[in-house]
């Protein structure tokens, strides 16, 4: 019956064994022995694969390390803060707290491929931002000792120093795993906005080129931070950043219209399409082409040219070839000599890649915004204007959109999306990530109570989402966020060491051991076991009593149980009780594997069950 029970994964996908079996699927014969045949990998490409004596690309000491931290997978989970959540049972949105790389391997499993947009605007290196140090350990580990400010060798790990050598690399190894696991994430047409200065513009730009691919950039746009410069720079006074912007698959994807772009277009005629105005069919500027350089005839007869500039040589041409003028003939105007077509108006116009205009905010204007959120002064720094995430967010992303921040911050991400939704009666949903990173000691924010940036940023979000609210007359929109804790698995047997190989000793000791750890309540085991099932955050979770036992029910969107949860591993089901969760008719029951106490006949009765209503059946 082993066939017939499910064991939940203890850890996230591991992407290098995926890597291999796709590999293996594709090209079978360059699999040796179980590994993949690199010379026979090279010979099959033949003219396809680089030359590896010269390569192009960007390289930096640890590099190799930062590309392993994103293929590790890891057991770390997250776990339900019922207390600093707001409106749990309904809301949509999540908040979490904890190091993004380690949260990025855990949304691997359901958010793959369901993420429409993510915004970040991580540390721009400037000395004084916290990036991990290059000899730091990635992972879980690197996330506890950090939140202990110092690392094994008792040094302060808050700041990347140009002193401390290896400036950009550090830099580099901590965005470089964070993006690749951030590129899975996203859907065909989703697109990533990193918010960026001069400082790594120039690296972010190639290691983009890297993990998203040359041909998936889709802009650099400029954002005028400043309505007025400082004179105290060294050479030009310094007034904007960037946003660099690229695709998942650029192939047929674009910005949305900027809706609230100014249009000095005047659409002064109207047809049953609607309003337009007339736009001249040659061109002197795109040049010249002679296949698109042929005569029309017009309606009365006349034989229409492209107008070629006096005295100069054939430099104009039509704008559309013979098939499309002959398909769409009755679509075009001839009048006063010239053949136009006809430039609809719609609604809003194509994005600039310049945001210099009063309506997206300045530096000022995005503390001003956090502040009257927030209800109190002196706590933010140099928070994003919300308008200008709001501009992101319209033109990157559809009304129902998921999406991620994982470097959250002051939470504007949060605020610009619940107030798009506001405007434009949208469905929005954000997830946010951020570092419990200490308010520095003597700061205004920890004179007001707030131990943690993380603190602030559930602050504000909750703050801007009543002055929304209030604002509305329609119905109160999902302003409200879920908060999950990074931490480890709650599961002992799979607290494994990376450093340390398993023996078969080993093993059989943490098979004895119990399922889950004592301190774990049945709300962290069940999102723990969601997760590493492919489940979402957002999943609609109650308590309920069947056959006398206290389990967890797991609803569809129409009601109906999808998950049904027995997790308490210290009372022994009776067969009749198991027989009761099996008359729910849930799409899966899972059970803790140290509930059947060593049963193995109760075990297999119950997979039998399960298996006669067509009912999965998953231990943990």
Same mark, same amino acid.
């Given at each position: ?81 019922? %207390? !600093?959540? =707001?409106?749990?049972?309904? /809301? ?7 190091? #993004?790389? @380690?949260?990025? *391997? ?27 140090? %290059? !000899?730091? =350990?990635?992972?879980?580990? /690197? ?7 110092? #690392?094994? @060798?008792?040094? *302060? ?464």
């Amino acid at each position: 019956m082993a066939d017939e029970i499910y064991e939940t994964p203890s850890t996230t996908p591991n992407f290098q064994t995926e890597l291999a079996a796709q590999l293996a699927d594709l090209v079978p014969e360059a699999i040796a022995d179980g590994k993949v045949d690199v010379e026979k990998l090279k010979e099959l490409l033949d003219g396809d694969a680089a030359d590896s004596s010269e390569r192009f690309g960007l390289f930096w000491p640890g590099k190799k390390r930062a590309l392993r931290a994103a293929q590790e997978p890891t057991t770390a989970t997250l776990k339900p803060d019922f %207390d !600093n959540s =707001k409106d749990w049972d309904t /809301t949509q949105n999540v908040f979490i707290e904890g190091d #993004n790389l @380690e949260v990025l *391997k855990i949304l691997q499993k359901h958010y793959h491929a369901k993420i429409k947009l993510i915004y970040i605007d991580p540390p721009y290196n400037t000395g004084k931002d916290f990036v991990y140090p %290059d !000899n730091y =350990k990635e992972g879980l580990d /690197t996330y506890l000792e950090w939140t202990r400010q110092v #690392n094994e @060798e008792g040094k *302060k790990v808050t700041t990347n120093a140009e002193t401390e050598g290896r400036y950009h690399s550090n830099w580099l190894n901590m965005m470089y795993p964070r993006l690749k696991l951030a590129r899975n994430l996203l859907t065909d047409d989703g697109l990533i906005f990193i918010s960026i200065d001069d400082n790594e513009i120039a690296n972010l730009r190639k290691v983009c080129d890297e993990v998203f691919g040359e041909v998936n950039f889709a802009g650099q746009l400029v954002w005028k931070k400043g309505g007025t410069g400082k004179n105290d720079s060294q050479f030009a006074v310094v007034e904007h950043e960037y946003v660099l912007v690229y695709a998942r698959r650029a192939d047929g994807v674009g910005f949305n219209l900027d809706t609230q772009a100014a249009v000095t277009t005047s659409y002064n005629r109207q047809d049953e399409h609607g309003r337009y105005s007339l736009v001249r069919l040659d061109s002197k500027t795109l040049g010249y082409v002679a296949s698109l350089d042929f005569p029309i005839q017009g309606p009365d007869g006349q034989i229409y040219v492209p107008e070629q500039p006096v005295g100069k040589s054939q430099t104009a041409r039509w704008r559309w070839g013979r098939d499309k003028v002959e398909n769409d003939y009755a679509s075009l105007v001839f009048e006063r000599g010239f053949v136009y077509t006809k430039n609809y108006q719609s609604e809003g116009a194509r994005p600039r890649s310049l945001m210099a205009e009063e309506r997206f905010g300045v530096t000022r204007t995005g503390k001003a915004e956090a502040e009257s959120a927030i209800g109190q002064t002196g706590v933010f720094d140099f928070p994003k204007p919300v308008r200008l995430i709001q501009h992101l967010v319209r033109i990157g992303g559809d009304k129902e959109a998921v999406i991620l921040d994982f470097f959250a911050g002051s939470g504007t991400t949060a605020q610009a999306v619940m107030a798009q939704n506001a405007l434009d009666g949208g469905s929005r949903r954000f997830i946010l990530v951020q570092l419990p990173e200490p308010t520095p000691e003597n700061s205004e924010a920890r004179s007001l109570g707030y131990a943690k940036i993380s603190e602030i940023s559930r602050a504000r979000i909750s703050g801007a989402g009543d002055r929304i609210n209030e604002s509305l007359v329609s119905p109160a929109l999902d302003t409200a966020f879920r908060t999950y804790q990074l931490s480890d698995t709650n599961f002992a047997k799979w607290r494994l060491s990376s450093d340390v190989e398993e023996d078969a000793l080993q093993q059989h000791l943490l098979s004895l051991r119990d399922s889950a750890t004592d301190d774990a309540t049945a709300d962290d085991l069940l999102t723990e076991i969601l997760l590493k099932q492919g489940y979402s955050l957002s999943e609609a979770i109650s308590p309920a009593e069947v056959g006398g036992l206290d389990v967890r029910l797991v609803r569809d969107r129409d009601g109906d149980v999808a998950v049904l949860a027995y997790l308490n591993e210290h009372v022994k089901p009776t067969l009749e009780q198991l027989r009761a969760l099996v008359d729910e008719s849930p799409t899966r029951i899972i059970v803790l594997e140290d509930a059947f106490q060593g049963d193995d006949e109760l075990k297999t009765n119950l997979a039998q069950l399960a298996k006669s209503k067509g009912i999965e059946l998953w231990t943990a």
